[in-house]
């Protein structure tokens, strides 16, 4: 055969290979993909609390810690991201590594403040740290911080602790968190009416803290969304998956489109097209880059809203846990002196500030652009715009008694925020998150009950705590939805089902901590109007009722208001059963 | 048996399978029976495997991966080609030395002008491994045509050929089974780099991004099942050129030492 058959004969095979194998393999014959269908999330309740400050009780400023290492005491590693919440951590650190002065060597600890931005790398450390502690119980321990809602997720990392002989533990101290800087951003018109959101895509690093402020605010209005970030469905909220938080304010700066199939009711039309990203969930400096760069788009939530959902939160391995029982009571002690310092003295918070510079080590980022961040600024976009960027806050040890329900009357905020965002990202996508670890398992509020007891009736600066007016509407609503909770008929009381849905309603309030709650009640056609009006303000009422039995630190007076509307707001026809069953409804619209 | 330890032995085709078969087993059953202490067992890797071919569309994925390398190495090799037979006009030898020097270049924030400069996602995903691809071709190419011995050059003067048609018979022609060789050998560098580009643009999917979600749950028995998929396909890849090889160069291994 000569060369040119040979080729000839070539390309024949090749071009025969290339489409058989293409048609098999779309034609279904060979295993698919299993087809997602779009969610409907119950809607995301999560806790609010914090704003205007109680304080009559001012904590006098202490001695700033000095800059010379201490060199004594247990050493225990703290590997933090670039995260503004840690501020009370840095001051009580004094440095990368504990100084004299500083509360962490008061406490006879010797804390080393690492870097670490990669989540699967804290993974991997953790597990590295329990076999190295099974050898050499001497080794420093290693705790990492993550967001409060992202630890379900990051509690995958179990199955590997669990072969190495141990599990995760949290620290039951939180020494901050995110208070602006974690948001949605968006078109503008998505605030007037989040339903121009559906067919829309909004680019995010996936399964993480700033996706769940989307799927939030997706929930709170309705909206489905598609879990599938290959995938379009033009009838839900899609996602566009970016590698961090800052390649997901890329995507929208480039807005460069990405090709997709179409799916229709979870059905794969074959129609491929183009998305590009309306919209980023992202956090501080991505919102700074988009508002530089590009301009836009407007904050349309962000955890100042839903102000409890991510608290920073501790976690390490229970080997090391068990076996320091001293050293995490040295630890949160040093903690809670050092946040009354930095939330009551501006100059403990700038010392903090370029403690945090020196230790996350970007040369262009001094102590003065973290200081700047933490306070939260508004800044003008490319467009002229106004932005607000950042926002963290830090905690003291009445705002963490608080967080883990300790205070009196208390609801464990920190329970329901990691229980509901557990349950959305399991739902979303069961295939790499099957379960994950309950956290009875994981924490154990005894030392912090412990150091209640020792603070027992010494004065503590309090914790912030959210004032409502009673008379205030709110002015601008983040999101609205109506709730099907099935009263009685006639009457205000609830059956059994509805008990069910008080629950979810109730965490998802919980974590929106900051955002006033509008109970609107609307009845059906039947029966006279007045006593329909009447039947349903009872039945708002009723709501409000049940959440403030529930939870006073939750919902304060004012925080709950209640409107009746009778049968004159109708969302289907009374002519049907079906009809009069949607109509008897609950809406809770929240909003500040 | 004794062909197996003697040097620069032949030993019989049977023998040697046979010998491959067992090693292959013992590696097996040593994984099956001493399981490491964080090592997925081969128990779960088999079951992992089954699961992502059965409901995540594992063979989808590869084959959406694959058609991109394929795609990615077609454009490369011809570039390369082009690149390093121009090296035979002192005008362009500057263009492939500066190429070949550009293996050193990390591909963090260049992927950010690839993106400026193209319209979509998916031509972002190829020029980014188009470029990885390109440069290591160029090297191993340009060595190949620095083989070219002045016995080999004279020969075809000898012939009557003007420079050109010496040029065209010795180096391109003459050197062509060598240049796929180093195809073969650079392929795997697209393999490397696909995880990276699939996270890039995760909108078409792939093997890449398979391999990312599971990692990012910790999944190791997915993460190892999915490289071995890798590795098989790569092993796959190598004979195919191999054979390829053989059919178009049939004389090519005459020097070859038996």
């Known amino acids: 055969m000569t060369t040119r058959g040979k080729i000839v004969i070539g390309l024949l095979l090749v071009a025969a290979l290339y489409f058989g194998i293409n048609k098999l393999v779309s034609s279904g014959a060979v295993f698919k993909k299993a087809e997602t269908q779009s969610v409907m999330l119950n809607s995301i309740e999560l806790p609010a609390a914090t704003g205007g400050s109680r304080a009559t009780i001012v904590v006098p400023l202490a001695p700033l810690p000095g800059t010379a290492p201490a060199d004594k005491g247990t050493p225990v590693v703290w590997e933090v991201m670039a995260w503004n919440s840690q501020m009370a951590g840095m001051l009580a650190n004094g440095g990368p590594r504990s100084t004299m002065g500083s509360s962490m060597a008061a406490n006879g600890l010797d804390l080393q403040i690492v870097r670490q931005d990669d989540v699967s790398k804290m993974q991997a450390d953790l597990v590295k740290n329990a076999l190295d502690l099974q050898n050499k119980p001497a080794m420093p321990g290693l705790i990492v911080s993550i967001m409060g809602d992202g630890l379900p997720a990051f509690s995958a990392v179990q199955t590997q602790l669990q072969k190495a002989g141990t599990s995760l533990q949290i620290i039951p101290y939180s020494v901050g968190k995110s208070f602006g800087e974690d948001k949605l951003m968006g078109p503008k018109e998505w605030l007037d009416s989040p339903k121009s959101a559906l067919g829309k895509t909004i680019a995010c690093y996936l399964r993480d803290g700033d996706q769940n402020i989307a799927l939030k605010w997706c929930a709170d209005n309705g909206l489905k969304v598609n879990p599938d970030e290959t995938t379009y469905d033009p009838e839900a909220v899609n996602f566009m998956a970016a590698s961090d938080f800052l390649v997901a304010a890329e995507k929208y700066i480039l807005g460069k489109p990405e090709a997709r199939t179409k799916v229709v009711n979870g059905k794969n039309t074959g129609v491929i097209v183009d998305v590009v990203a309306d919209a980023v969930a992202t956090w501080t400096p991505g919102d700074v880059n988009i508002a530089k760069q590009r301009g836009g788009l407007v904050n349309i939530v962000s955890t100042k809203d839903y102000s409890n959902q991510m608290p920073n939160i501790m976690v390490t391995t229970k080997r090391w846990y068990d076996a320091h029982p001293k050293e995490v009571l040295g630890l949160m002690t040093a903690f809670a002196v050092a946040g009354d310092q930095v939330k009551s003295h501006p100059e403990a918070l700038a010392r903090a500030a370029d403690i945090s510079a020196t230790v996350y080590g970007d040369q262009d980022k001094p102590g003065a652009y973290w200081l700047k961040y933490y306070k939260s600024v508004s800044e003008a976009d490319r467009n002229g715009d106004v932005v607000e960027l950042g926002g963290s806050k830090a905690f003291n040890f009445s705002d963490n008694l608080n967080l883990f329900g300790l205070d009196e009357g208390g609801t464990n905020i920190y329970a329901a925020v990691y229980k509901t965002f557990g349950d959305v990202q399991s739902k979303l996508y069961p295939k790499e998150l099957p379960s994950y670890v309950p956290l009875a398992d994981m924490l154990d509020l005894t030392p912090l009950k412990k150091l209640q007891a020792q603070y027992k009736g010494k004065t503590v600066a309090p914790a912030e705590t959210q004032q409502f007016a009673a008379d205030d509407e709110i002015r601008q609503s983040v999101s609205k939805r109506a709730w099907n909770i099935a009263f009685n008929s006639g009457q205000s009381t609830f059956t059994p089902a509805a008990e069910r849905d008080l629950n979810q309603l109730f965490n998802d309030l919980v974590v929106a901590g900051r955002l006033k709650v509008a109970v609107h009640g609307h009845t059906d056609n039947t029966g006279d109007p007045s006593r329909n009006q009447q039947l349903s303000e009872d039945r708002a009422m009723a709501v409000q009722h049940w959440l403030q039995a529930k939870s006073r630190s939750a919902f304060p007076d004012g925080r709950v208001q209640v409107y009746a509307h009778g049968a004159t707001e109708p969302v289907a026809s009374n002519a049907t059963p079906d009809g009069k069953a949607k109509n008897r409804r609950v809406e809770i619209v929240l909003g500040n | ?258």
């Open chain 2, 1 to 258: 048996m004794k062909t197996l330890f003697a040097p620069n032995a032949q030993p019989h085709r049977l023998v040697f399978t046979t010998m491959v078969v067992a090693q292959v087993a013992l590696l097996l059953l040593i994984w099956l029976f001493y399981p490491m202490q964080l090592f997925p067992s081969l128990g779960e890797v088999v079951r992992s495997l089954g699961d992502l071919i059965t409901t995540q569309g594992l063979i989808q994925e590869l084959w959406a991966s694959m058609t991109t390398a394929l795609q990615a190495l077609a454009v490369a090799t011809l570039l390369a080609l082009g690149i390093s037979y121009l090296t035979a006009l002192p005008f362009f030898r500057p263009i492939a030395y500066a190429a070949s020097k550009m293996r050193y270049l990390t591909l963090t924030g260049l992927t950010f002008f690839m993106a400026l400069m193209m319209s979509s996602g998916h031509q972002v995903k190829l020029s980014v491994l188009i470029f990885g691809a390109t440069v290591y071709l160029v090297t191993g190419m340009t060595s190949v045509i620095l083989t070219t011995t002045q016995e080999e050059m004279d020969h075809a003067r000898t012939l009557g050929m003007g420079e050109w048609r010496s040029f065209w018979e010795v180096v391109v022609l003459g050197k062509l089974d060598e240049m796929l060789e180093v195809v073969r050998q650079n392929f795997a560098i697209i393999w490397t780099m696909i995880t990276l580009v699939e996270t890039l643009y995760q909108s078409e999917g792939g093997i890449g991004l398979l391999l990312y979600k599971q990692n990012r749950y910790l999944h190791l028995d997915g993460v190892l099942a999915i490289q071995l998929v890798i590795l098989a396909t790569g092993a796959v890849q190598d004979y195919v050129f191999v054979l390829l090889r053989r059919v178009f160069f049939p004389y090519s291994a005459l020097t070859t030492a038996k």
